[in-house]
């Protein structure tokens, strides 16, 4: 049976859909949706790919505003995932920098999903964190995996996750199940205090993932292939920062669309290419991931590129 062309490859997102309350210096307060995995699925659509999202929001009227904003980028809700009593919010407050911190209310749980036709599945952040919701997405990647490719982003948050040490076995969990994982050195630090993010890649590699990526903001991109152990860093562009906010969904969105381009992503065979991969195989996919990123740090909010929008 032939491939499916990437532009044709189902992706779902499973995770956190969410209101972003974003507290500024100045004081003033705006509302945005968010979500990690919601980012991710946005980028996606915008960039072509036919993208659902597995989540957990209410009917209520910010529920409704993530679905009509979702729905206006191209992403569909699964069944069940407007079962949420109250809509979860997360309070974004930034710096002098333009970094955000954050502050989160919210319950997660995942609806009951169909993985009939679905090529590739991304999860992370506080979805695969949170219970019950948490062990609900292990075993959806887990079973994901017979069909479809699987990405992962721990996105650290340690007001929900806890202690590092008490994170650290679910990340490996998820790692150990994915295909691709991309984590900022932030998050790579905060788990694994004093290791370089060159021995995390590689350990993190040894469980099982064909591609492992960690952003560095300014100072670049770094990338390890488990085909061949190569290790490199690719620098980042240099742009005006407005905020930080979605930069790293951003990022993740633009990767897997390179390596769902590439052929590396989407099916078990591209799964055996990337596993097989070299550095030069990925790299215009890790191109992909910084300029979407550069894209999203340029404006307010976690804005998300079009194709066409990348090439100008």
Known sequence: MPEPDASSVRV?????????????????????????????AVGLARLGHPTRLATHVGTDERGRRITAYLAERGVRLTPGSDSAERTPTAAATLDATGAASYEFDLRWELPEIDLAGVGHVHTGSIAATLEPGGSQVVRLIERARATATVSYDPNARPTIMGAPEDARQRVEECVGRSDVVKSSDEDAEWLYAGASAEVIAREWARLGPGLVVITRGGDGVLIHVSGTGETTQVPSRRVDVVDTVGAGDSFMAGLVSGLL?????GSVAARGRLARADLATVRRAVARGIATASYTVARAGAA???????DT
């Open 261 to 265: 381009d590439e052929g590396l992503l």
């Open 304 to 310: 998300a590129p079009t194709r066409g929008e990348l």
């Open 12 to 40: 779902l997102a499973a995770g956190e859909a969410l209101i972003d309350i974003v507290r500024p210096q100045d004081g003033t307060e705006t509302e945005h949706v968010g979500g990690s995995p919601a980012n991710v």
